[in-house]
Protein backbone atom coordinates (compact mmCIF):
# COMPACT_ATOMS: atom_id res chain seq x y z
CA UNK A 1 0.00 0.00 0.00
CA UNK A 2 1.56 3.23 -1.01
CA UNK A 3 2.33 5.78 2.03
CA UNK A 4 0.84 9.71 1.07
CA UNK A 5 2.46 11.82 3.15
CA UNK A 6 0.19 15.05 2.58
CA UNK A 7 -2.55 12.60 3.86
CA UNK A 8 -5.32 13.95 6.31
CA UNK A 9 -5.04 11.93 9.20
CA UNK A 10 -8.52 10.60 10.60
CA UNK A 11 -9.92 9.90 13.89
CA UNK A 12 -12.56 7.79 15.01
CA UNK A 13 -13.50 8.29 18.38
CA UNK A 14 -16.58 6.18 19.97
CA UNK A 15 -18.31 7.38 22.87
CA UNK A 16 -19.16 5.24 25.79
CA UNK A 17 -22.60 5.06 24.74
CA UNK A 18 -22.41 4.52 21.27
CA UNK A 19 -19.72 1.40 21.49
CA UNK A 20 -22.22 -0.49 24.10
CA UNK A 21 -24.66 0.33 21.35
CA UNK A 22 -22.75 -0.93 18.74
CA UNK A 23 -21.36 -4.03 20.18
CA UNK A 24 -24.91 -5.60 21.06
CA UNK A 25 -26.07 -4.50 16.86
CA UNK A 26 -23.25 -5.27 15.39
CA UNK A 27 -20.25 -6.89 17.97
CA UNK A 28 -16.40 -6.39 17.82
CA UNK A 29 -15.95 -7.15 14.39
CA UNK A 30 -18.69 -4.96 13.11
CA UNK A 31 -17.71 -2.01 15.58
CA UNK A 32 -13.93 -2.22 13.93
CA UNK A 33 -15.31 -2.95 10.84
CA UNK A 34 -17.17 0.87 11.06
CA UNK A 35 -14.31 2.33 12.32
CA UNK A 36 -12.48 1.37 9.80
CA UNK A 37 -14.79 2.44 6.85
CA UNK A 38 -15.18 5.53 8.60
CA UNK A 39 -11.23 6.58 8.63
CA UNK A 40 -11.10 5.56 4.72
CA UNK A 41 -14.76 7.45 4.26
CA UNK A 42 -14.56 10.61 6.29
CA UNK A 43 -17.05 11.75 3.95
CA UNK A 44 -19.58 9.31 5.37
CA UNK A 45 -19.68 10.37 8.70
CA UNK A 46 -20.19 13.75 10.86
CA UNK A 47 -16.40 15.02 10.61
CA UNK A 48 -15.37 17.68 13.34
CA UNK A 49 -11.89 19.10 11.94
CA UNK A 50 -8.94 20.22 13.64
CA UNK A 51 -5.41 21.88 13.07
CA UNK A 52 -4.12 18.51 12.53
CA UNK A 53 -6.54 16.63 11.07
CA UNK A 54 -10.14 15.46 11.54
CA UNK A 55 -12.15 13.54 14.04
CA UNK A 56 -14.90 11.09 13.00
CA UNK A 57 -17.28 11.16 16.30
CA UNK A 58 -19.48 8.17 16.96
CA UNK A 59 -22.26 8.84 19.06
CA UNK A 60 -25.35 6.70 19.04
CA UNK A 61 -26.29 3.39 17.11
CA UNK A 62 -29.66 1.79 16.92
CA UNK A 63 -31.47 -0.49 14.48
CA UNK A 64 -33.12 1.24 12.01
CA UNK A 65 -36.08 -1.30 12.16
CA UNK A 66 -36.20 -0.90 15.72
CA UNK A 67 -35.81 2.97 16.05
CA UNK A 68 -36.41 5.49 12.78
CA UNK A 69 -35.24 8.67 14.61
CA UNK A 70 -34.16 10.14 17.50
CA UNK A 71 -36.09 11.70 20.57
CA UNK A 72 -36.30 15.61 20.91
CA UNK A 73 -34.18 14.28 24.12
CA UNK A 74 -31.70 12.71 22.26
CA UNK A 75 -31.24 15.32 19.68
CA UNK A 76 -30.53 17.47 22.32
CA UNK A 77 -27.78 15.37 24.30
CA UNK A 78 -26.33 14.95 20.71
CA UNK A 79 -26.19 18.73 20.59
CA UNK A 80 -24.79 19.16 23.50
CA UNK A 81 -22.11 16.68 22.91
CA UNK A 82 -21.01 18.07 19.73
CA UNK A 83 -20.98 22.08 21.41
CA UNK A 84 -18.63 20.11 24.00
CA UNK A 85 -16.08 18.14 20.93
CA UNK A 86 -16.48 21.40 18.93
CA UNK A 87 -15.05 23.59 22.50
CA UNK A 88 -12.47 21.07 23.46
CA UNK A 89 -10.85 21.61 20.13
Known sequence: ????DD?????????????AEAMQLIGTEGTEALALYLADHPDDG???????????????????????????DEKKELRRIAANLKGAQ
Do not use: W
Open 46 to 72: DVIPDAGGAENVSVRCYAKNVKTDLTA
Open 7 to 19: ATEITVLQLPKFK
Open 1 to 4: MPVV
